[in-house]
């Protein structure tokens, strides 16, 4: 067995950033990811979201790229909430997401940051926030 440890902050969005996550929804959803995950041995350390986006600070699994975790967790959860009728329109995650490395240093900060999620977008918009992070890690295009 190979032993990796990547840390992994992803955020992905709702299909043109519909607010489909409002309460009770988004508790919802994250338990069930959080369940998902953990049937497919996916580490998820922290999850939260707001109206129309989610965080997870998650591990990266050995025999997985960023890509296939993703799909497992974000494509498998938008079958679960239509095949669930979770919302009442038909329910799609946006096609791109923002994924980052995390070092361990950084843990506790990032996970503080998924916590507080509502709190935070009381100031930032998703939109500001997407800008805010690819702008920190060099990218400065949207890539909505």
Known sequence: MS???IWIHAVWGTKNRLPLLKEPVLSQVCKHILDNA?????YINTINGYD???HILMLLKHDCSISKQMQLLNGES???INKNSVTKANFEWADKYFAASVSDDKIDKVRAYICNQQEHHKRYTFAE?????????????DLG
């Open 3 to 5: 032993y990796i440890k």
């Open 38 to 42: 953990k049937e497919k041995g996916i």
């Open 52 to 54: 129309e986006h989610l």
């Open 78 to 80: 938008a079958f679960w």
């Open 129 to 141: 926030e997407y800008k805010l992070f690819l702008r920190g890690i060099g990218y400065e295009n």
